[in-house]
């Protein structure tokens, strides 16, 4: 059974400062996908970030960005110039590729603080 | 509006009785999946559904029970709910490439 382990359960950064997100992840498969999600106290699950295991580029959207280390099965979220509206839950989540009915497999969290 | 919706928002129950959680989609996704989210355990998937009358159990699935009867609709049911089940419920549903998720149900079993 594939887990994802997140071995920070809070972290804080000030306000236009950088944090990193650790992620690790334990799976047999070699194509698969991972994702990050964001949760507000709306509770509503957001997804911020998304990588296919297959491409060794890393994804990029705008201030977040990933670090993708397959061979050591790590996955770490990267956010940049930290705003007031990134204070959330943070979830890294897996999902084998090829099987549809698949859900997602998520780590416990990351609760991210924004100091002002 | 296009979307997952979940309903009711909040529910508070009361230990033995039997309790239905809603999801309604609108975009016609084959997949469909029910998560229960509770501290320090993050989401985890409770039954997943691959098409109308296609169900397979997750990690979860005790005391718990789904239907799919239509493609849009993926009821949760919890048979005699118990304390243990006091938690927050996710729908969600899955193009090929996202997954879609609802506002959640806050359950409070009593």
């Known amino acids: 059974a594939q887990t994802v382990t997140q071995s920070q359960p809070e972290m804080s950064v000030q306000e236009a400062e950088t944090v990193t997100l650790s992620c690790t992840y334990d799976t047999s498969e070699s194509d698969y996908y991972l994702f990050w999600y964001k949760q507000p106290p709306s509770r509503q699950m957001i997804l911020v970030i998304r990588q296919e295991a297959y491409k060794q580029q890393n994804a990029t959207e705008n201030r977040f960005s990933v670090n993708f280390q397959k061979a050591a099965k790590s996955f770490s979220l990267k956010i940049s110039d930290s705003q007031l509206g990134d204070a959330a839950m943070y979830f890294c989540a897996y999902r084998r590729s090829g099987g549809g009915a698949d859900g997602l497999t998520f780590g416990k969290g990351t609760h991210l603080i924004i100091q002002p | 509006d296009a979307g997952i919706t979940q309903s009711p928002r909040y529910k508070i129950t009361e230990t033995g009785r039997q309790v239905t959680l809603m999801c309604h989609q609108t975009w016609s996704h084959s997949y469909m999946f029910w998560y229960r989210q509770d501290l320090g355990h993050g989401l985890r998937l409770i039954y997943y559904?691959?098409?109308?009358?296609?169900?397979d159990k997750g990690e979860v699935p005790d005391g718990y029970v789904v239907s799919r009867s239509k493609t849009e609709n993926f009821p949760l049911t919890l048979e005699s709910a118990t304390r243990s089940q006091t938690s927050v419920y996710f729908c969600?549903?899955?193009?090929?490439?996202?997954?879609?998720f609802g506002q959640g149900t806050r359950l409070t079993v009593v």
């Open positions: 969600a549903s899955k193009s090929d490439t996202k997954a879609f």
């Open positions: 559904s691959a098409a109308a009358d296609i169900t």
